[in-house]
């Protein structure tokens, strides 16, 4: 587990991936009683408002004019020394794992387990798509791919991880 914390431009890269391709694509709430939003829309009791990641992350207000790129760069704080901090991304503006009081409890947990399971596969294995078709990705409630992503995995020169 050591050493998680400082795979940085993996955390980013785990970022925009979900940024681009949201785990829960939208999600909604009803209103127990009579409520206004921020910008005063009004909300009546028994209101479902629904909140979509998908579309938020795909923004241009939100994410400049590039944001059909996959940029793991837009994670890091900028400045001249091209610092390799990462930014603290207001949750509203990317609500992956919710915001607010019922914010996801394992947020922290399920970054610690992406890195850790995506750390420990690459540094033995390179993992290609099978088919260069862009993979269809499925918006239910939590996304999938149609019919998973076939992938193959071939073991990584064992020199080459030794010095890694
Ligand atoms: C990439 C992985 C994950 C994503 C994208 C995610 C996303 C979310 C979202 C969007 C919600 C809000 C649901 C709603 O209000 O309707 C939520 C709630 C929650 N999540 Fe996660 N989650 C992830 C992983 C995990 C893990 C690993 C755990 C537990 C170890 C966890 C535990 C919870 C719990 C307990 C809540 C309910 C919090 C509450 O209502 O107060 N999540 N998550």
Same mark, same amino acid.
């Given at each position: 587990?050591?050493?998680?914390?400082?795979?940085?431009?993996?955390?980013?890269?785990? %970022? /925009?991936?979900? @940024?681009?391709? +949201?785990?829960?694509?939208?999600?909604?709430?009803?209103?127990?009683?009579?409520? #206004?939003?921020?910008?005063?829309?009004?909300?009546?009791?028994?209101?479902?408002?629904?909140?979509?990641?998908?579309?938020?992350?795909?923004?241009?207000?939100?994410?400049?004019?590039?944001?059909?790129?996959?940029?793991?760069?837009?994670?890091?704080?900028?400045?001249?020394?091209?610092? %390799? /901090?990462?930014? @603290?991304?207001? +949750?509203?503006?990317?609500?992956?794992?919710?915001?607010?009081?019922?914010?996801? #409890?394992?947020?922290?947990?399920?970054?610690?387990?992406?890195?850790?399971?995506?750390?420990?596969?690459?540094?033995?294995?390179?993992?290609?798509?099978?088919?260069?078709?862009?993979?269809?990705?499925?918006?239910?409630?939590?996304?999938?791919?149609?019919?998973?992503?076939?992938?193959?995995?071939?073991?990584?020169?064992?020199?080459?991880?030794?010095?890694?």
């Amino acid at each position: 587990m050591e050493g998680l914390e400082d795979m940085k431009l993996l955390k980013a890269c785990l %970022c /925009e991936s979900m @940024r681009l391709y +949201p785990p829960v694509v939208w999600d909604s709430k009803h209103a127990v009683v009579d409520d #206004l939003l921020p910008d005063n829309t009004p909300v009546r009791a028994g209101d479902r408002v629904t909140y979509f990641p998908y579309g938020m992350g795909r923004m241009e207000g939100l994410w400049g004019e590039d944001w059909f790129e996959f940029r793991p760069e837009r994670w890091f704080v900028d400045n001249e020394e091209k610092s %390799c /901090e990462l930014k @603290r991304v207001c +949750p509203y503006k990317y609500p992956i794992f919710q915001a607010g009081p019922r914010v996801c #409890l394992g947020k922290e947990m399920a970054f610690v387990q992406m890195t850790y399971v995506v750390a420990s596969i690459l540094r033995r294995f390179e993992i290609r798509p099978v088919s260069q078709k862009r993979p269809v990705y499925v918006p239910l409630l939590t996304a999938h791919m149609a019919g998973g992503l076939n992938v193959v995995v071939k073991r990584r020169c064992q020199n080459k991880t030794e010095t890694s």
